[in-house]
């Protein structure tokens, strides 16, 4: 019975000489700092690479520099790396910058922004920005606002007059109005027209109506092939309407009646035919405003856009002054061209037939031109100018 009171005295013992031995223990006192030499290294910057840093405790600032504005793009890269202010403000301003491109072949090829310029209708900015507002807040709204006036307009004059009619009966006479050639030199005029006029609509207008419908692959191969029909119409429209200018300039020349006709209006409202010659002035003035004077502008500007006439430079400024000066001739051409077509059409009884056969009746021409009628009974002008001519259809004078 001995051993278990050893074996607990002797446990007793051990845990109070442990206990005395933490006790006797000294406190803990500060290490003494060891000496200079035995001090660990100090950590050793990073060799290479970017070193962050605090961009608001950089010392001195950029900005504090008194040149700070006419820094080089250099200078700035020592103080403020990734700062290419310099260098944009140069390429704002249209300091030419260095391009490969021969310089005549590309004569702004090292400039990217345009210098400043005011265009009608636009503030002063890049020339870039200025064609642009030029565009879109004048003629995209405005243009498009003439042709839907003057098409609302004839849909109100059709559905409020109706078609011109003829008053008297017809005779069976025919009396030849267009030769073969003159309406091939029309027709030629017209499709080529009809084909630049659609394709325009399209490419300056079609975003706000056929876009939303037909989305956007659709409408960019739509407009990829206009584009390239309106290149390849428009040489052929310049041909043609030369043509057609000498071809019609002698009978479209000024003549009697002709302000008489201008001040009554043609009699569209009164319902009173007004006395002509072959062609009656609202006809003469879509000649010379439309076919002549617009027809020049309209062309040259077009040539200018697709770069056909020879020793012209073609930078930019230039391309956006011939588009501007484009899109209002061929506005103001197309609302012209817009009344005409109708008269000629669906307007008047018998006009189309005029140049569909080349032949209109008697009646037709003793109301709508009774000028020119008079002077086809009088021998002065010749019923039949084509050969061969039918006998039992021409008006025998």
Known sequence: MQRPSRFLAALFLAASGWSATVSAQPAATPPTPAPAAATAPAAA??????????????????????????????????????????????????????????????????????????????????????????????????????????????????????????????????????????????????????????SGIVMAFGKFFLLPVMGLTLFGWLTYLLKNMHNFAGPLFAVSLVIVFFTFVRDNMPSRGDIGWLLKGGGLLSGKEVPSHRFN???????????????????????????LIPGLIYVRDTMQVAHMVHAVATVLMMAMFIGHIYIGTIGMQGAYDGMKTGYVDETWAREHHEYWYDDVKAGKIPAQRSEPAPPSQTVQA
Request: aromatic share 12%; charged share 15%; with cysteine.
């Open 45 to 198: 910057a990073p060799a290479g690479g970017i070193q962050s840093a605090n961009i608001f405790e950089v010392k001195p600032e950029a900005s504090a520099d008194p040149k700070y504005a006419g820094q080089t793009n250099g200078e700035r890269a020592k103080v403020q790396p990734g700062n290419n202010a310099p260098m944009w403000r140069q390429v704002g301003s249209g300091v030419t910058g260095y391009s490969s491109l021969p310089k005549s072949e590309a004569p702004e090829a090292g400039n990217l922004i345009q210098p400043f310029v005011q265009y009608p209708g636009s503030l002063l900015t890049n020339a870039g920005e200025a064609w642009r507002q030029v565009r879109n807040n004048w003629l995209i709204p405005y243009g498009g606002a003439l042709l839907l006036i003057v098409v609302g307009a004839i849909a109100l004059f059709y559905f409020g007059k109706g078609r011109i009619n003829l008053h008297g009966a017809e005779t069976g006479r025919k009396i030849e109005r267009f030769t073969p050639f003159e309406r091939s030199a029309h027709w030629a005029n017209a499709i080529a027209f009809c084909i630049l006029a659609i």
């Open 281 to 307: 002035a609202g006809e003469k003035l879509v000649f010379w405003g439309g076919v002549f004077f617009l027809g020049i502008i309209v062309v040259a500007s077009g040539l200018v856009l697709d770069k």
